[in-house]
């Protein structure tokens, strides 16, 4: 897992981050005006008619900063993230059609293989059958040719 990532992050429903973003006024978000004491800061989207959408009382306004950039970037990010965790998702899949294949052929040649090897064991048996069966026989000529002398 990536430094700073959470199981908390992996488990985040980007889709839903996603449409909430998008159910936000468009952006971009522009300030308004700032208030009379100039402390105040009024943000909305551009031709936006209305009450403004975010406002701050303290500067340095870093939150209001924050969320107008986030408008518009935080759902290009998420966006790039959903299409990554897509071909991610490909990829795994694509890995894993690679992997089984492989696993099926090594378990085929395994068989294959056992059953070559059990050929050849019974192939040395009969022989060694057969073996015996000649040296058998030998005796057997070797007591016959003894008997006739």
């Given amino acids: 897992m990536a430094e700073g990532v959470t199981a908390e992050d992996l488990a985040r429903d980007l889709t839903a981050d996603l449409a909430l973003c998008e159910a936000a006024p468009p952006g971009p978000w522009l300030d308004l005006f700032a208030g009379s004491n100039g402390l105040q800061r009024y943000v909305a989207p551009a031709g936006w008619r ?69 050929g050849l064991v019974e192939c040395r048996n009969q022989m060694l059958d057969r073996d015996e069966e000649v040296a058998r026989l030998r005796l057997r000529v070797a007591e016959l040719e003894g008997g006739q002398r």
């Fill in 50 to 118: 209305g009450l403004p959408v975010l406002y701050s009382y303290c500067p340095p306004h870093a939150a209001l900063n924050m969320a107008c950039a986030a408008r518009e970037g935080w759902p290009a990010a998420i966006r790039l993230a959903l299409h990554w965790r897509g071909e991610l998702e490909k990829e795994r899949a694509a890995h894993k059609v690679t992997f089984d294949y492989f696993v099926d052929e090594v378990k085929r040649k395994t068989a294959a293989l056992g059953n070559s090897l059990e």
